[in-house]
């Protein structure tokens, strides 16, 4: 129930931040936000739900993110550069082969990108050191990326349910013991 609640949050703040800047000049509205940055934002973060989120290649990667790049995950630095990126990538490449990432929903405001994605694979490989459990996942997640003057991703601030995540795959909590 919370990930619907702060995926709504997320939009709105999203929306109300993305004003239309118009200026005045004589009975004329004059747009100056950058239509053509826009719309270059916007295919950019198609591109990169297919070849990012999607990673296939490390070109691909190299192409869409600075070198500084930086990855939050539930509000904790995971990747501080290109490098980290493509081993983080790599880890689920390894993990789900079969892993798709789809988009829910998408808002693009100036240089930043609002999505709402779902994950879906089968864990048949190897994932963070431990052997693969062969169940199947699907889960929606959150990410607020960041664009640069060149269309290239510097941040991303990733928001998903570990617990669903992990759950799926057949961990479960045990209850601490309190004596």
Not at 9 to 15: R, Y
């Amino acid at each position: 129930m919370k990930s619907p609640m702060m995926f709504l949050i997320f939009m709105v703040i999203g929306c109300v931040s993305c004003k239309n800047n118009k200026a005045q000049k004589g009975n004329e509205n004059l747009e100056i936000s950058s239509n053509n940055i826009m719309v270059a934002t916007k295919n950019n973060l198609e591109t990169t739900i297919n070849a990012y989120l999607n990673h296939k290649g490390e070109k691909e990667i190299d192409s869409l993110v600075t070198e500084d790049y930086l990855r939050n995950m539930n509000g904790i630095p995971v990747v501080t550069n290109k490098a980290e990126l493509k081993a983080r990538l790599k880890l689920y490449g390894n993990g789900f082969p079969d892993y798709n990432i789809t988009l829910n929903n998408s808002i693009v405001c100036n240089n930043q990108g609002y999505v709402n994605w779902i994950f879906t694979g089968t864990n048949t490989g190897e994932f963070a050191e431990v052997m693969a459990t062969g169940k199947k996942v699907r889960i929606s997640g959150f990410s607020h990326f960041y664009f640069n003057e060149e269309g290239r991703i510097y941040q991303e601030d990733m928001f998903y349910n570990e617990l669903e995540f992990l759950q799926q795959l057949g961990y479960s909590l045990e209850a601490p013991i309190l004596k």
